[in-house]
């Protein structure tokens, strides 16, 4: 059977939206820990503007200064190429380049159009070939946009092509502002899967209404082995109209592990790590299973 890949966000997606700056040493706790829980990257940060993301503001030191564990790759988000030149001077493992499916979605969050980044797409990719850094790209607005409504397949599958052609390893399908449903994720899924064969898929699913947990076991009945997901809940796009968290990574392994679909997470580990969230942040998080604890959990009668 093979092991699902738990890739972490919330260091990057959950932090970026945060009122509160979360201090840098604490960041790197956080990350440490995390690290010995089984889960197989981590996005660690964003080598954006400070003007742009004020709390991702020390992203160098962040990357800088956590613990390398071995099996763990460390991947980072890079705008531009003086982010990606600035991520490789880090030693990161993969970086990951973001764009939109729509246009109206890539001017707001990007000041872009689809053909525009891909333009800058290439740029990035020229300065990291020959590194050993893997590239990878995020299609925000994949299953819908929050400004032009649905977005075609056909769309999502060219420029699956043309970010293939330029030199990009892995693609990360966004339902951005959470509007996909489980009938569309799978039927999506199983046609990049046949049209692409080889590239490795990852589903990024954001909980806006209530269907993310449902969108993730469709994809991975689709044959979808590679999740993003965010600690508590946490994240949300701040360039998209009622755009809330991303499916809560404790949430979906006690899925799946409850399905007996190994995750390779130790599941107790990371819900002492995300129990600790509200005192970093200062409010609660979404996540459910760390306040009512796993299904097969039993209490003494009354």
């Known amino acids: 059977m093979t092991t699902l890949q738990i890739n972490e966000v919330a260091p990057r997606d959950g932090f970026q939206s945060e009122e509160r700056f979360i201090p840098t040493e604490q960041k790197i706790a956080l990350i440490d820990a995390l690290t010995t829980t089984g889960i197989a990257r981590i996005e660690a940060t964003s080598f954006v503007s400070p003007k742009a993301i004020p709390n991702l503001r020390d992203a160098a030191d962040v990357v800088s200064t956590i613990q390398r564990r071995e099996g763990v790759d460390v991947t980072v988000l890079v705008p531009n190429l003086k982010g990606a030149e600035r991520a490789l001077a880090c030693g990161v493992d993969e970086i990951n380049l973001v764009m939109s499916a729509s246009n109206a979605h890539g001017r707001a969050n990007l000041r872009m159009t689809p053909e525009e980044s891909l333009t800058q797409f290439a740029a990035i990719i020229q300065a990291v070939r020959g590194s050993g850094v893997f590239i990878n790209a995020s299609l925000s607005t994949a299953f819908g946009c929050p400004f032009e409504g649905q977005v075609p397949e056909a769309r ?147």
């Open 156 to 302: 999502v599958f060219t420029l699956i092509e043309q970010q293939l052609a330029l030199g990009v390893e892995g693609i990360t399908l966004c339902d951005t502002t959470g509007v996909a449903n489980p009938a569309q994720v799978a039927a999506l899924c199983r046609q990049v899967l046949e049209r692409f064969p080889g590239v490795p898929f990852t589903l990024h699913f954001h909980n806006t209404r209530g269907m993310g947990l449902a969108n993730a076991l469709a994809a991975w009945q689709a044959g979808i082995t590679r999740f993003d997901a965010s600690l508590g809940g946490l994240g949300g796009c701040p360039f998209a109209p009622g755009a809330t968290g991303n499916v809560c990574t404790e949430d979906l392994v006690h899925m799946f592990e409850q399905m007996d679909v190994a995750t390779g997470v130790n599941l107790p580990a990371l819900l002492d790590i995300s129990a600790t969230l509200p005192d970093l942040i200062g409010h609660e998080t979404p996540g459910q299973v760390v306040k009512a604890g796993s299904a097969d959990r039993c209490y003494a009668l009354p």
